[in-house]
């Protein structure tokens, strides 16, 4: 059997379009406190969020399903253009952020061999940001597995986070 490496593969891609500053996106997706707010889709909440945000600092964040069942989330951030972009890898884990692989969670989850997740911050001009989400699975199976309808679900969150701090302005 062979693996499938990052470039052979359509990888998941999801793209919004904010009514907001590129700044104010960049700090809904990298503060804490807010990634607290978003992360995970409808109906799930993320009660722990831990982030050393820098090149070589590890996030660790607790998805709550609405039935309570916690599901940890461990990574490493490996490139962070401020403002434009961020690379970083992304496994299911522990609550100390040990890795733990899907199914011994009952999970399915094909991640691409040597693929990291990709979010890009592009200005568009008149206080718009385009955000790129480039995930590290295959579009089939992100599509299969409801991974591309919860990534949709955490922009949807995302855009209500970004809609508060740009009202606070």
Same mark, same amino acid.
């Given at each position: 059997?062979? &693996?499938?490496?990052? *470039?052979?593969?359509?990888?998941? +891609?999801? /793209?919004?379009?904010?009514? %907001?500053?590129?700044?104010?996106?960049?700090?809904?997706?990298?503060?804490?406190?807010?990634?607290?707010?978003?992360?995970?889709?409808?109906?799930?909440?993320?009660?722990?969020?831990?982030?050393?945000?820098? +090149?070589?600092? &590890?996030? #660790?964040?607790?998805?709550?399903?609405?039935?309570?069942?916690?599901?940890? !989330?461990?990574?490493?951030? !490996?490139?962070? +253009?401020? !403002?434009?972009?961020?690379?970083?890898?992304?496994?299911?884990?522990?609550?100390?952020?040990?890795?733990?692989?899907?199914?011994?969670?009952?999970?399915? !989850?094909? %991640?691409?061999?040597? %693929? *990291?997740?990709?979010? #890009?911050?592009?200005? #568009?001009? $008149?206080? @718009?940001?385009?955000? /790129?989400?480039?995930?590290?699975?295959?579009?089939?199976?992100? /599509? $299969?597995?409801?991974? #591309?309808?919860?990534?949709? @679900?955490?922009?949807?969150? +995302? %855009?209500?986070?970004?809609?508060?701090?740009? @009202?606070? &302005?």
């Amino acid at each position: 059997m062979t &693996k499938n490496t990052v *470039n052979e593969i359509e990888r998941m +891609v999801v /793209t919004r379009i904010f009514d %907001a500053p590129r700044e104010l996106v960049w700090k809904a997706w990298t503060d804490p406190k807010y990634v607290m707010q978003w992360w995970g889709p409808k109906g799930f909440t993320s009660p722990v969020c831990k982030m050393d945000f820098r +090149v070589g600092g &590890k996030y #660790l964040i607790c998805t709550r399903t609405p039935d309570g069942q916690e599901f940890w !989330h461990g990574g490493e951030y !490996h490139e962070i +253009v401020p !403002h434009e972009k961020i690379i970083s890898s992304m496994y299911f884990s522990d609550s100390e952020g040990n890795k733990v692989e899907p199914a011994q969670l009952g999970i399915e !989850h094909e %991640a691409i061999e040597g %693929a *990291n997740d990709v979010i #890009l911050f592009e200005d #568009l001009g $008149n206080g @718009q940001t385009k955000l /790129t989400f480039i995930g590290n699975e295959p579009m089939e199976s992100a /599509t $299969n597995s409801g991974q #591309l309808e919860g990534m949709n @679900q955490v922009l949807d969150k +995302v %855009a209500e986070v970004v809609t508060k701090l740009a @009202q606070a &302005k």
